[in-house]
C-alpha cells in the first residue's frame, strides 16, 4: 500500500526502516508533544512493528514518507486506532524530521491520508488528538478542515480533540 503526493510518497513501513526512522524519534525537538517522549532504537523498531501489525489487523496504520526529491525517509503519517475516553477510535497521527517543517509537508501528507482513510478505508470520521500548546499541529488539523470537539485526558495529558467527517 502506497500514496503519492506532489512531493511525497506515502508507503508500508518494513522492519529495516527503524535505522532511518531511530534518528528522528530521538530528537527532543520531533518528540517534545509526544506522550512517551523520545525513543530509543528499540522502542522505534517495537512502534516499526506495532504499524506493521496494524496493516495487518485494521488494513491501515501510520505510513512511511518518503520525499520524492531526495528519496529520503523523512517521517511518518497515518491513521492509528487508540483508545479515546474508553473507546477505540481512528486518530491521524504525524512526525517529520525538523529540517522538513514549515514547508507543508505534514499537511500534504496528512490530507492525502485523511482521504484515503474516507475513501479506501470507509471511515465515518478521522480524530485528530493533539496538545494545545502544539500550535504546529493544531494549525494542521485545522488545514485539514478538522473542528474542535472537546478535551480529553490522552495518556494522563490534557489534550484536544479535532474531528473530521466523511463527507
Given amino acids: 500500500m502506497w500514496l503519492e503526493t506532489q512531493r511525497l510518497i506515502l508507503r508500508e513501513f518494513q522492519p529495516k526502516d ?27 523498531s517495537m512502534k516499526v512493528d506495532g504499524f506493521i501489525n496494524s496493516y495487518k489487523k485494521h488494513g491501515f496504520g501510520k505510513w512511511a514518507i518518503i520525499h520524492k526529491r531526495s528519496n529520503q525517509l523523512i517521517g511518518y503519517c497515518g491513521i492509528a486506532v487508540e483508545q479515546v475516553d474508553n473507546v477505540d477510535e481512528p486518530e491521524i497521527g504525524y512526525r517529520l524530521a525538523p529540517e522538513f517543517w514549515r514547508k507543508g509537508l505534514a499537511t500534504e501528507a496528512a490530507a492525502a491520508v485523511v482521504k484515503q482513510g474516507f475513501r479506501q478505508f470507509n471511515l465515518p470520521y478521522i480524530l485528530g488528538i493533539v496538545e494545545p500548546t502544539n500550535t504546529a499541529s493544531v494549525r ?21 480533540i479535532y474531528r473530521s467527517n466523511q463527507s
Fill in 18 to 44: 527503524s535505522y532511518k526512522l531511530a534518528p528522528i524519534l530521538a530528537n527532543p525537538q520531533v518528540m517534545e508533544f509526544s506522550p512517551t517522549g523520545i525513543l530509543s532504537f528499540e522502542q522505534t
Fill in 140 to 160: 494542521v488539523l485545522k488545514k485539514l478542515g478538522m473542528k474542535y470537539e472537546r478535551k480529553t485526558i490522552f495518556y494522563n495529558n490534557l489534550m484536544d
